[in-house]
């Protein structure tokens, strides 16, 4: 399978523990964005690597999380000491890296998500 | 920032219907417009998108519509099929990413 892939699928913690989720993109796209998505409503963006480079987070993205991706390949995203309000599909895309980098307009490539449940 | 709405939430229509959908951005600078299908429990897939030097796009059934002026764009699917029942998501490109409207269930009955 060629396309974008996220570890795990699905994720179970408790509130209070550290969860960590994977995504591999597609083979030579050097562009890479994190997403959440909760029930009812649209993916929000979180933030995007050009490749090793992190170049733009959201507000959404608090102190709890931490994106990596430190070869320019996969990337790691971190929450601790997860809440209850972290509950959400975590989302992963990767894009070819044509273009400006102020405003993307090559096509996201979606993977299929790990869902995070915190209990 | 961009803001992107979405209308409808919900649209239920009988096979072979066509069905719209409409959203409106805040950025004039906004310059790409994609719309995405998402089906329960499956990844945002891109089925079609538009970007600011055309007024129009058609890839069989769908086609998209753009009026840069009025800031708004759209999703028209001719020939409506029980398997394009989904979740349409449009998007609008800001400021280093991609802002997606609330989304439209799309309900096509047989």
């Known amino acids: 399978d060629t396309g974008v892939s996220q570890n795990p699928r699905h994720k179970i913690t408790k509130r209070g523990q550290n969860v960590t989720f994977r995504c591999d993109p597609i083979s030579e796209h050097n562009r890479l964005y994190w997403y959440r998505q909760t029930l009812g409503q649209g993916p929000e963006f979180l933030t995007y690597?050009?490749?090793?480079?992190?170049?733009?987070k959201s507000r959404l993205l608090s102190d709890r999380f931490s994106a990596e991706r430190p070869k320019g390949s996969f990337s790691t995203l971190e929450i601790q000491r997860t809440e209850q309000g972290d509950s959400a599909m975590y989302l992963c895309?990767?894009?070819?890296?044509?273009?400006?980098?102020?405003?993307?307009?090559?096509?996201?490539?979606f993977g299929p998500g790990t869902r995070l449940t915190v209990l | 920032g961009e803001n992107v709405e979405q209308h409808p939430s919900t649209l239920s229509v009988q096979e072979g219907d066509s069905a719209v959908i409409k959203c409106t951005y805040s950025?004039?600078?906004?310059?790409?417009f994609p719309w995405y299908k998402q089906e329960l429990g499956k990844r945002p897939q891109l089925i079609i998108d538009?970007?600011?030097?055309?007024g129009e796009k058609k890839d069989q059934r769908i086609a998209v519509t753009l009026n840069k002026t009025a800031k708004h764009f759209s999703l028209h699917i001719t020939e409506t099929q029980p398997e394009d029942s989904a979740v349409y998501f449009c998007?609008?490109?800001?400021?280093?990413?991609?802002?997606f409207g609330t989304g439209t269930r799309l309900l096509v009955s047989p």
């Open positions: 998007a609008a490109v800001g400021f280093q990413k991609l802002v």
């Open positions: 538009i970007r600011s030097n055309v």
């Open positions: 950025d004039s600078a906004s310059n790409y």
């Open positions: 895309a990767s894009s070819p890296g044509t273009g400006g980098v102020l405003r993307i307009t090559d096509t996201q490539y």
């Open positions: 690597f050009q490749n090793e480079a992190q170049l733009e």
